[in-house]
């Protein structure tokens, strides 16, 4: 397995700033995501990042409203950019480990409220 | 596509009730299926996998069976507690192409009551 922190757990912001999210592991690691969970919603996978090279996004997700960063093995930050209170949301990031990277751990969240 | 369906919640139930929460799943090659669960105000945790057919994962009294021939991947206890409150998702990893990605259910809310 592996230990996950976030930064910060949770933010009130204003609408039309930006938030920038830390992920930090306990050990190296190659593969990590980035999920997005709406309110009473299930998890929505944001974009995939790749140390040495840019992230992937996934539909609907561009980075120009979510810059990703991937400096080394065990780190990885989220910007949400300009944002609007439809960005209300938990920003969960995982990694991938065991054969493979199939099988995923999750960071505590970080719970973003925007007004 | 891939996708996962879970029976809808929320459960109620007794403590010391036996649980079952529905998973069933849609997939091109052959993924690997997990259990999270989330408890209240806190992130996703592994509670279970299983890798291949016929598989059965299991951790802290649940178990369930990776079942190939019925694409299901149920969750069972033989008796809750009121602590086994939160909300499960079941989810599946297909590597093909080398994504590694998790799709989700919708997740199922358990409600233990004394």
């Known amino acids: 397995s592996a230990v996950i922190s976030q930064k910060p757990s949770r933010d009130i912001c204003q609408r039309g700033t930006s938030l920038t999210i830390q992920c930090q592991v306990d050990?190296?690691?190659?593969?990590m995501f980035w999920y997005r969970q709406q309110p009473g919603q299930s998890l929505t996978l944001i974009a995939t990042a790749n140390q040495g090279s840019e992230a992937t996004y996934e539909s609907g997700f561009v980075i120009d409203k979510f810059p990703i960063s991937r400096p080394n093995l065990t780190f990885s930050t989220l910007t949400v950019s300009n944002m609007s209170p439809e960005d209300s949301s938990i920003y969960l990031c995982s990694v991938g480990v065991s054969a493979g990277g199939k099988t995923q751990y999750f960071g505590p969240g970080t719970r973003l409220l925007v007004l | 596509g891939n996708s996962v369906t879970q029976m809808e919640g929320p459960v109620t139930l007794s403590e010391e009730a036996f649980l079952t929460i529905n998973c069933t799943y849609t997939a091109t090659g052959y993924p690997s299926l997990f259990w999270y669960v989330q408890y209240p105000g806190e992130g996703l945790q592994l509670l279970l996998k299983?890798?291949?057919?016929?598989d059965k994962g299991s951790n802290k009294g649940f178990e369930a069976t990776y079942r190939k021939e019925t694409t299901s991947f149920h969750l069972e206890k033989g008796s809750v507690q009121v602590s086994d409150s939160a909300v499960y998702f079941c989810?599946?990893?297909?590597?093909?192409?080398?994504?590694?990605?998790?799709?989700f259910g919708t997740g199922t809310q358990l409600k233990v009551e004394l």
């Open positions: 299983a890798t291949k057919a016929d």
């Open positions: 989810a599946l990893s297909d590597d093909t192409g080398g994504g590694n990605k998790l799709t």
């Open positions: 050990s190296q690691v190659t593969m």
